[in-house]
């Protein structure tokens, strides 16, 4: 029997308390992507991390999710997405207590990459367990919104999670954190969950992950290297050719699957494309926003890590509502104004934050992240909906893979871009005796206040970039939705 056709029942209690559960482990697979953003600073202390092992400390969590999404979605449907999120959270529980303890850099670096195992697999077993406890069609999209919500806010809580920790405990406390989260969650999941339904006939293919991995390593390197301003050439050709040869590896190994990962011919659904875009768009903008304003405020402003942490959640105060919002009425009036028009807000409150940012007094500054967090709740809301609804029930599986490494990999190249970014438009415009000390340099007795401008410079630049990002999105996703459809059409055709 497969698992996304299968009768369930249940009551709504039973449905809502499931969907609460799920959502405390997801909100852990979002914070977890941005709460080592206040961290940092920290961890350059205590673990003598340099900026390279910062940035990696930060990706291998999401570079080992997004690779292995694919794959743990059909494995899911194989052997059922209730065992998947089972076992999914007892691995992030297990690398969670790995990494609070690590005694390096790289072993931290190896723990975060297990904690991307966790998640990967109980990411798209979460969202497929969605699909099949809610039937109706407008308590599906609620659902799904919230489902949706809790991740935004979990990323955009991370930064004053992680800072409230760091103002009491030690660095690991941001990891340890989680453990007794998945307890009550493996729990719950036991007491609340629908059945296992499994279908063996399912083909699951590792060697697919394998080589989606390998591209994305090859990529991210790429960029990383691309983006820094000492950058060696041969590191550069070898990651661009390692990451064109895992991706021609995937394709051909796709076209020789009976049951394929990915089938590229879901992308012709415009509807799911324009799902794809919002999210991957969406966490690229929100992970920039967040992620160098942390660094910002703390490095050359003086905030402490929970001070900066706060600073960002107002990212996350209106995410939740405006997302309910958005789930709630899509019905009523269509894509375009959710998505579009979310990330339009986006832009404006960049651009806010762009004219506030040197004025004497914050509070313009927090309004401008507000509308921030209203646009990314607003385009988050209803993405889903829309990558889950325009694809056929059959390729459910899938599309919940495709859907969390929209997300995922939006963040994971964000960071990759902007955190290589940083210290290469600082050195553009510190003086020559700081320009090579993007983390210091604004403590140096003499250059101190020219690093300090410096550096407001480049993170200015950065939100300038993102603003322009945040329009061509708005763009993009309306000819994707034009017509302004208020549901997700299997049919719908590029």
């Known amino acids: 029997m497969n698992p996304l056709t299968a009768p369930t029942t249940s009551t709504p209690r039973q449905r809502?308390?499931?969907?609460?559960?799920?959502?405390?482990a997801l909100f852990l697979v979002g914070a977890d992507n941005s709460i080592l953003y206040t961290a940092l600073p920290e961890l350059r202390d205590q673990l003598g991390t340099t900026s390279l092992q910062g940035l990696w400390i930060i990706n291998a969590y999401p570079l080992v999710l997004s690779g292995l999404l694919l794959g743990t979605g059909?494995?899911?449907?194989?052997?059922?997405h209730r065992l998947m999120f089972i076992i999914g959270v007892s691995i992030f529980g297990v690398g969670s207590l790995i990494a609070a303890f690590s005694p390096t850099a790289w072993f931290l670096i190896a723990a975060r990459a297990l904690l991307g195992v966790g998640a990967a697999t109980m990411m798209p077993a979460s969202l497929a367990l969605v699909r099949i406890t809610f039937t109706n069609v407008?308590?599906?999209?609620?659902?799904?919104?919230?489902?949706?919500?809790?991740?935004?806010?979990?990323?955009?809580?991370?930064?004053?999670l992680g800072g409230l920790l760091l103002e009491?405990?030690?660095?690991?406390?941001?990891?340890?954190?989680?453990v007794p989260v998945v307890i009550i969650t493996l729990i719950a999941t036991l007491l609340v969950a629908p059945p296992n339904i499994a279908n063996p006939?399912?083909?699951?293919?590792?060697?697919?992950?394998?080589?989606?991995?390998?591209?994305?390593v090859g990529l991210v390197m790429a960029i990383k290297e691309l983006a820094n301003p000492e950058r060696a050439a041969w590191l550069l050709i070898a990651s661009t050719v390692v990451g064109l040869i895992g991706l021609v590896l995937f394709i051909l190994r796709q076209r020789g699957l009976e049951q394929p990962l990915l089938d590229v011919d879901i992308f012709r659904n415009r509807i799911f494309t324009g799902g794809v875009l919002t999210a991957g768009l969406m966490m690229f903008v929100v992970a920039a926003v967040e992620l160098m304003s942390t660094q910002r405020f703390q490095t050359a402003g003086g905030f402490s890590p929970l001070e900066a942490g706060a600073l960002v959640?107002?990212?996350?105060?209106?995410?939740?509502?405006?997302?309910?919002?958005?789930?709630?009425?899509?019905?009523?009036?269509?894509?375009?104004?959710?998505?579009?028009?979310g990330f339009t807000l986006l832009a404006l409150g960049i651009a806010l934050a762009l004219w506030t940012f040197n004025?004497?007094?914050?509070?313009?500054?927090?309004?401008?992240?507000?509308?921030?967090?209203?646009?990314?709740?607003?385009?988050?809301?209803?993405?889903?909906?829309?990558?889950?609804?325009?694809?056929?029930?059959?390729?459910?599986?899938?599309?919940?893979?495709?859907?969390?490494?929209?997300?995922?990999?939006?963040?994971?190249?964000?960071?990759?871009?902007?955190?290589?970014?940083?210290?290469?438009?600082?050195?553009?415009m510190a003086p020559s005796e700081v320009a090579d000390d993007v983390d210091h340099g604004v403590d140096h007795a003499v250059h101190g206040p020219a690093a300090v401008e410096a550096y407001d410079g480049a993170y200015l630049s950065i939100l300038a970039i993102v603003g322009v990002v945040s329009l061509i999105a708005a763009a993009l996703t309306a000819y994707c939705f034009r017509g302004n459809p208020k549901e997700a059409d299997v049919d719908a055709s590029e």
């Open 359 to 428: 004025m004497d007094s914050l509070v313009p500054f927090i309004l401008s992240l507000l509308l921030v967090g209203i646009g990314s709740g607003l385009a988050s809301s209803v993405a889903s909906t829309a990558i889950l609804g325009g694809a056929a029930v059959d390729k459910a599986g899938m599309a919940s893979s495709v859907e969390a490494v929209s997300y995922e990999f939006g963040t994971l190249i964000s960071v990759a871009v902007f955190g290589s970014l940083l210290p290469f438009f600082y050195s553009l």
């Open 138 to 160: 407008r308590e599906r999209n609620l659902a799904i919104a919230l489902w949706m919500s809790v991740a935004v806010v979990g990323a955009a809580t991370g930064p004053v």
């Open 168 to 178: 009491f405990f030690w660095w690991g406390s941001v990891f340890l954190v989680n």
């Open 16 to 24: 809502w308390t499931f969907l609460a559960v799920i959502s405390a």
């Open 74 to 80: 059909t494995l899911g449907d194989k052997i059922g």
């Open 313 to 341: 959640a107002s990212v996350a105060v209106p995410a939740i509502p405006a997302a309910l919002l958005g789930g709630s009425v899509l019905h009523r009036v269509g894509f375009i104004p959710l998505i579009s028009g």
């Open 201 to 216: 006939k399912k083909h699951w293919d590792l060697i697919s992950s394998v080589w989606a991995m390998l591209a994305m």
